[in-house]
């Protein structure tokens, strides 16, 4: 891919997780950068923040005063993201166009309550075509099988959204934002999913998940900030491909699940780790599917750099 997508340069992003895995509703660890939810409605102890196996954000843009708002996935149960957003009093009708990282029922299941909250016909849903790619499942021991629900295709027809599907990186928000497409698998230990397959013809065929994509935004004077689902296609990967499609060579800042969880991946963390360290972003934010160890890991041995993410977070970077 020669041709780089253009991104102005952004005065501001701010990242308002919706639902992750985790919630520590007491942290109070507020800084410049992390907003955690509020517990209090007025005085009272009384707001709850639902964590789940999913990840849903509102990502929002600044430039020159001119802001822009994105959805980012729509979570695992068909209410939980929807319950966080009137919580945290998100107003969902500023949505202007959403994304989907890829079509896994923990980043879909919350769809339908999602739009019907934005609340106007024909919005924009960027995707890649094998989102809707059917009969997916998950291989365990013992040979369970484990699998996705359907329908993802007609559930966004019915709900009157215009769905745009493309390999390709999709600028969006006048150049705010970048949708990156399937991502260029390039690393030598980022192999994908092993135990994930799909079921064509009859057969069992390994399932690369190539519609595992994020979007990457430019804060100006600091580079690049990145937003993966679950990058399937490695997070590695993920940011050199992002650089390369832009051009733009600092990484501010590195957030969403890296898929790292469990025996299947530990082998790599640390090697996903080094070559994040080359990389040298300014903060690592591992979302939903890192897993705790990762985690934990990460914040081991990037301790500067390191954001500890959970539903109700909000991050800030300023230009």
């Known amino acids: 891919m020669k041709k780089k997508f253009h991104l102005q340069e952004l005065d501001r992003v701010d990242i308002l997780t ?8 007491t942290a109070m660890d507020n800084t410049a950068i992390v907003s955690r939810a509020r ?10 923040i639902r964590a789940e196996h999913g990840f849903s954000a509102i990502v929002r843009t600044t430039r020159k005063n001119k802001t822009h708002t994105l959805l980012f996935d729509f979570g695992f149960s068909r209410d939980g993201v929807a319950a966080n957003a009137r919580v945290l009093g998100v107003t969902m009708r500023d949505v202007e166009v959403m994304v989907l990282s890829h079509g896994h029922s923990d980043h879909f299941l919350g769809f339908e309550k999602l739009v019907k ?3 106007r016909k024909g919005i924009q849903l960027i995707l890649h075509p094998a989102a809707f790619r059917k009969s997916r499942y998950l291989k365990f021991p013992g040979d369970v099988k484990a699998f996705f629900p359907e329908r993802i295709k007609s559930r966004i027809e019915k709900a009157a959204v215009n769905i745009v599907e493309t390999k390709l990186p999709y600028p969006l928000l006048e150049k705010n934002v970048l949708f990156l497409g399937e991502i260029e698998r390039t690393s030598e230990f980022e192999k994908g999913t092993p135990n994930a397959f799909f079921v064509k013809k009859g057969g069992d ?12 935004m430019h804060l100006k004077g600091k580079g690049l900030v990145i937003l993966t689902g679950c990058a399937h296609s490695g997070i590695v990967n993920t940011v050199h491909h992002a650089r390369k499609v832009t051009g733009i060579e600092n990484v501010h800042a590195v957030i969403g699940g890296f898929h790292l969880s469990g025996p299947i991946f530990e082998p790599i963390v640390g090697k996903t780790i080094e070559e994040l360290k080359k990389i040298n972003p300014a903060y690592v934010v591992p979302t939903h599917c890192t897993g705790r160890k990762t985690i934990a890991h ?4 990037m301790p500067d750099r390191f954001i500890l993410n959970m539903s109700g977070t909000k991050l800030t970077f300023t230009a």
């Open 205 to 216: 065929m390994w399932d690369p998940i190539e519609d595992d994509t994020g979007i990457a």
């Open 39 to 48: 517990f209090l409605v007025g005085k009272e102890v009384k707001n709850s």
């Open 117 to 119: 909250m934005i609340g």
């Open 298 to 301: 990460v914040e081991r041995e």
């Open 18 to 25: 919706l639902q992750d895995n985790f919630i520590e509703i």
